[in-house]
C-alpha cells in the first residue's frame, strides 16, 4: 500500500528519509493489519487548511509483502481540514479611556483618538483589534 499527501499552495511537504517521493511512503500491508505513517508538513497559511491523502495497492512495490492476490486494484482518498494557529507569544496592547458625557459637553474633557498599527513582524492573519463602550462600569 503507497500513502501519499498531496501537494497544496497552502503547506509544504518536508523531505524526510525512507520517502520514496515527497511526502510518498509504501509499507507490506497483510489483511486484517494496520500501519502508521508520518509525513510532515509546514504550514504556510493560518486558518483552516485541507489535507488530502491518498491511498492505493501499489503493485510496483520493491519490497517482499509475501503472495497475495496482484490483481486487487484499490484506491481511497481522504480530505482532512486542520486548524493552524499562529505560534509564539500573544501580545496585546491596551488603552483605556473614562469618559463623562457631562464633560464633554461642557469642554472639560475631550475624545481621544488613538492609531493602530501592527508591527512589521507579526505573523500574516494573526492580528486582531476589538472595542468595547461600557455605560456602566461596575458591568467591567
Do not use: M
Not at 510518498?24 to 493489519?33: E, H, V
Not at 475624545?111 to 493602530?116: G, H, R, S, V
Amino acid at each position: 500500500v503507497t500513502v501519499q499527501v498531496e501537494e497544496s499552495s497552502e503547506y509544504d511537504i518536508l523531505e524526510e528519509p525512507g520517502q520514496q517521493g515527497l511526502g510518498k511512503q509504501s509499507s507490506c500491508l497483510p489483511a486484517q493489519d494496520k500501519v502508521v505513517r508520518t509525513v510532515r508538513i509546514k504550514p504556510g497559511v493560518i486558518g483552516e487548511v485541507n489535507i488530502t491523502v491518498t491511498a492505493f495497492v501499489d503493485h510496483q512495490f520493491s519490497g517482499a509483502c509475501g503472495s497475495g492476490d496482484t490483481s486487487i486494484t484499490r484506491r481511497d482518498a481522504l480530505i482532512k481540514p486542520i486548524k493552524v494557529e499562529a505560534e509564539g507569544f500573544l501580545r496585546e496592547k491596551t488603552w483605556t479611556k473614562y469618559i463623562c458625557t457631562e464633560d464633554v459637553k461642557t469642554g472639560d474633557d475631550s475624545l481621544e483618538q488613538w492609531e493602530l498599527q501592527t508591527p512589521s513582524h507579526i505573523v500574516e492573519g494573526s492580528d486582531r483589534a476589538w472595542v468595547t463602550a461600557v455605560g456602566d462600569l461596575l458591568a467591567l
